[in-house]
T-cell receptor, first 112, second 112 residues
Framework: KQEVTQIPAALSVPEGENLVLNCSFTDSAIYNLQWFRQDPGKGLTSLLLIQSSQREQTSGRLNASLDKSSGRSTLYIAASQPGDSATYLCAAIPAYRNQFYFGTGTSLTVIP | SAVISQKPSRDICQRGTSLTIQCQVDSQVTMMFWYRQQPGQSLTLIATANQGSEATYESGFVIDKFPISRPNLTFSTLTVSNMSPEDSSIYLC?????????FGQGTRLTVV
């Protein structure tokens, strides 16, 4: 069974700082990897999707990379803003079934 | 993409009662997924709902506690039965497109 881990569990940074969130998965036979944002008490908003054939995706200040061989993905946030404060979840979908395995999440606080 | 409407968005329920959560998708989908997110935890898959067949439950979840209906390709319900305070969680429905997942806004359930 796929296990997904995110480090750190919580992160607090001053506004304007660049930061990296890490996601590790145990089964490299993944189909896609997706990063989500979750605001307190709310549902999930998709940020970036990396397909297995890709190595990275960019959207605005966000860049996500995928290294299947090492079982890792990173989410890079440039010039962080207080509005970026949320929990960030990565999810791996394995090649063998249509289910997402979610990471434990990183709770980000950007201090004005 | 898919737009998912989930209701109620939140509820406070007495122990021993049941709550039915509805999930409506703006397009036809084969599979719909129900997740639970306990306080401070990541998402855990409860079951996969296929139209025209019984839902498939993950280990630790049973039909008597979480009955699911899937009457057509755009709608599903999850019932949380005989609730206890341990059922207090966010419940989310999800669908997968060709390559990525989409989520409803979640139902925040508090059992008192």
């Amino acid at each position: 069974k796929q296990e997904v881990t995110q480090i750190p569990a919580a992160l607090s940074v001053p506004e304007g700082e660049n930061l990296v969130l890490n996601c590790s998965f145990t089964d490299s036979a993944i189909y896609n990897l997706q990063w989500f944002r979750q605001d307190p008490g709310k549902g999930l908003t998709s940020l970036l999707l990396i397909q297995s054939s890709q190595r990275e995706q960019t959207s605005g200040r966000l860049n996500a990379s995928l290294d299947k061989s090492s079982g890792r993905s990173t989410l890079y946030i440039a010039a962080s803003q207080p509005g970026d404060s949320a929990t960030y979840l990565c999810a791996a979908i394995p090649a063998y079934r249509n289910q997402f395995y979610f990471g434990t999440g990183t709770s980000l606080t950007v201090i004005p | 993409s898919a737009v998912i409407s989930q209701k109620p968005s939140r509820d406070i329920c007495q122990r021993g009662t049941s709550l039915t959560i509805q999930c409506q998708v703006d397009s036809q989908v084969t599979m719909m997924f129900w997740y639970r997110q306990q306080p401070g935890q990541s998402l855990t898959l409860i079951a996969t709902a296929n139209q025209g067949s019984e839902a498939t439950y993950e280990s630790g979840f049973v039909i008597d506690k979480f009955p699911i209906s899937r009457p057509n390709l755009t709608f599903s319900t999850l019932t949380v039965s005989n609730m206890s305070p341990e059922d207090s969680s966010i419940y989310l429905c999800s669908v997968t497109g060709v390559t990525e997942a989409f989520f409803g806004q979640g139902t925040r359930l508090t059992v008192v």
